[in-house]
Antibody, heavy 123, light 108 residues
Framework: QLQLQESGPGLVKPSETLSLTCTVS??????????WGWVRQPPGRGLEWIAN?????SAYYNPSLKSRVTISLHTSQVSLKLTSVTAADTAVYYC?????????????????WGQGTMVTVSS | EIVMTQSPATLSVSPGERATLSCRAS??????LAWYQQKPGQAPRLLIY???SRATGIPVRFSGSGSGTEFTLTISSLQSEDFAVYYC??????????FGGGTKVEIK
């Protein structure tokens, strides 16, 4: 059964680089034709999409974060790096699989999510 | 950027009643819209994709409708486990993918 598990430092100082890892179990990332994404949620607020990456390596970024974000794949992990963090980057960070449903037209949905990892940016 | 606007922000409903949630896109997204449910301390859960198709394991009391810029999520008879926050998300334009601000469904 496919499961996603995020991990990260918990606390990051302002201006530093945040590195997060999503470990995927139950399927080989490279052998499946899926997108994998990161979504974040500041405390008490809504959801913000950060980036997606295809199993073949193509990446898509939120333009508002693109200059600071890198998403990458490594065997069974999806990684996210966010540079020059500020307090505004404090959030729960989720990784998720983007599934494409096709019966005629094709439609997407983040169908499997990790439980999320809280990241606080503070000195 | 396609802006997704959800209304109302909070919906007070009694168990067993129908709940109707709205989502409006700032430009057409065709049927490239999904709905998610999120409970406190949990990750979002996919309910609806393609504006009207239920995801695997989602009860039939959840239904989605609409296309273009106007969408609706209906919960036909609210159960205790349905009190949560609901988000819509558009997939038409990936630059960026955008979520609505959410509708909180609370017990009346």
């Amino acid at each position: 059964q496919l499961q996603l598990q995020e991990s990260g430092p918990g606390l990051v100082k302002p201006s530093e680089t945040l590195s997060l890892t999503c470990t995927v179990s139950g399927v080989s990332i490279s052998s499946t034709n899926f997108y994998w994404g990161w979504v974040r949620q500041p405390p008490g607020r809504g959801l913000e999409w950060i980036a997606n990456i295809y199993s073949g390596g193509s990446a898509y970024y939120n333009p508002s974060l693109k200059s600071r974000v890198t998403i990458s794949l490594h065997t069974s992990q999806v990684s996210l790096k966010l540079t020059s963090v500020t307090a505004a980057d404090t959030a729960v960070y989720y990784c998720a699989r983007l599934y494409t449903y096709c019966s005629g037209p094709c439609y997407d949905g983040f169908d499997i999510w990790g439980q999320g990892t809280m990241v606080t940016v503070s000195s | 950027e396609i802006v997704m606007t959800q209304s109302p922000a909070t919906l007070s409903v009694s168990p067993g009643e129908r709940a109707t949630l709205s989502c409006r896109a700032s430009q057409s997204v065709s049927s490239n819209l999904a709905w998610y449910q999120q409970k406190p301390g949990q990750a979002p859960r996919l309910l609806i994709y393609g504006a009207s198709s239920r995801a695997t394991g989602i009860p039939v009391r959840f239904s989605g409708s609409g296309s273009g810029t106007e969408f609706t999520l209906t919960i036909s008879s609210l159960q205790s486990e349905d009190f949560a926050v609901y988000y819509c998300q558009q997939y038409k334009d990936w630059s960026p993918l955008t979520f609505g601000g959410g509708t909180k469904v609370e017990i009346k």
